[in-house]
């Protein structure tokens, strides 16, 4: 069962940090791209974060890259971002996401991943 569960989503003050945890499935965790996204009021889904769970590849957009961090436990099959310094923008529903197709090369995430899996999402809501 290819389930993907987000948890950590909440409310927190600008400046602060909140981390986002996703528990996946061994199918869809084992040897493929996860990732985060989000999408905001108005606004159309866009990619936070994905990390390749064979070999520990990220990559970042860059409106958090250097705030966010994203990791695996694979003893766990989970996903987590760890976010930092948040602000207004950054408030959202944050979804994971498992994918279908992922290409990495030399530690390069490829444009042509694909993400079929998603969970319901979680809220997550800046303050000032």
């Known amino acids: 069962q290819a389930n993907m569960v987000e948890s950590g989503g909440g409310a927190v003050q600008a400046g602060g940090s909140l981390t986002l945890s996703c528990a996946a499935s061994?199918?869809?965790?084992?040897?493929?791209?996860v990732g985060w996204f989000r999408q905001a009021p108005g606004k159309e889904r866009e990619e936070v974060a994905i990390?390749?769970?064979?070999?520990?590849?990220?990559r970042y957009s860059d409106s958090v890259k250097g705030r966010f961090t994203i990791s695996q436990d694979d003893s766990e099959n989970t996903v987590s971002l760890q976010m930092h310094s948040v602000n207004a923008e950054d408030s959202a529903i944050y979804y994971c996401?498992?994918?279908?197709?992922?290409?990495?090369?030399?530690?390069?995430?490829?444009?042509?991943?694909?993400?079929?899996?998603w969970g319901q999402g979680t809220q997550v809501t800046v303050s000032s």
């Open positions: 061994e199918y869809t965790y084992t040897s493929n791209c």
């Open positions: 990390i390749y769970t064979a070999d520990g590849s990220t």
């Open positions: 996401a498992a994918g279908v197709q992922c290409t990495v090369v030399r530690g390069v995430i490829g444009d042509d991943a694909e993400f079929g899996y």
